[in-house]
């Protein structure tokens, strides 16, 4: 089984490429946001350090953590931010290495893609056998943004200019699948390149 690493800036159109993946190969797909999700529920190794943290206040009805509290409550600190991901990055790449583990001990599958944006930042190339980056051009992503997402310009300003340059992703990723037209070229890159022999068992 080979992991591969997904990564690209927002509105590269990372899910669309796995959409396509988890429907047309023998893999699975391991998003690192809804990982992090799962790991900040009641009972989850970043439920209690979060609340110790940050206060009962960014707790719901129900005792679960509310992600629009919690946003609010560390929007414009720097500090505070870097402490959630101190809690929550390390959690996520543990869990990522125990699902790798379980997938290689099962050999049922033949890929497991992980996807995440900060792949590069937090050092998952020395836990992934390659990296993919999905690139659009910016003019194609911003305007994705606004149709899909309904983003403003200034959202999507503050967004992109938080996140690797295209430089950068490509000075880490060894296969790049263009995402600017027609999904039919990108489910065709994709083929070209599980195709390769690099990939097979």
């Not at 690493?5 to 990372?14: D, L, M, R, S």
């Not at 497991?112 to 980056?133: K, N, R, S, T």
């Not at 690797?164 to 263009?178: R, T, Y």
Request: net charge negative; proline share 1%; hydrophobic share 40%.
């Amino acid at each position: 089984m080979k992991v591969i690493g997904i990564t690209g800036g927002v509105g590269a159109g990372k899910s669309a490429v796995l959409d396509y993946l988890a429907a047309n190969h023998n893999c699975r797909v391991i998003k690192a946001d809804l990982a992090a999700h799962q790991l900040e529920e009641p009972g989850g190794a970043c439920y209690e350090p979060l609340v110790a943290l940050l206060g009962d206040e960014i707790l719901d009805a129900a005792g679960k953590i509310d992600r629009k509290k919690m946003a609010a409550r560390i929007f414009e600190d720097s500090a505070l931010l870097q402490k959630v991901n101190d809690i929550v990055h390390p959690a996520v790449k543990a869990y990522l290495l125990s699902e790798i583990a379980k997938e290689k001990e099962s050999g049922e599958r033949d890929f497991l893609f992980i996807e995440a944006a900060l792949l590069i930042e937090e050092g998952y190339a020395g836990i992934v056998d390659g990296l993919w980056y999905i690139r659009a051009d910016e003019s194609v992503r911003r305007q994705r943004l606004k149709g899909s997402r309904g983003y403003s310009d200034e959202k999507t300003d503050a967004i992109l200019k938080s996140q690797l340059s295209d430089e950068a992703f490509l000075k880490h990723c060894g296969v790049v699948i263009e995402n600017n037209g027609a999904l039919l070229s990108v489910y065709e890159q994709i083929e070209k390149e599980l195709g390769e022999d690099q990939w097979q068992k």
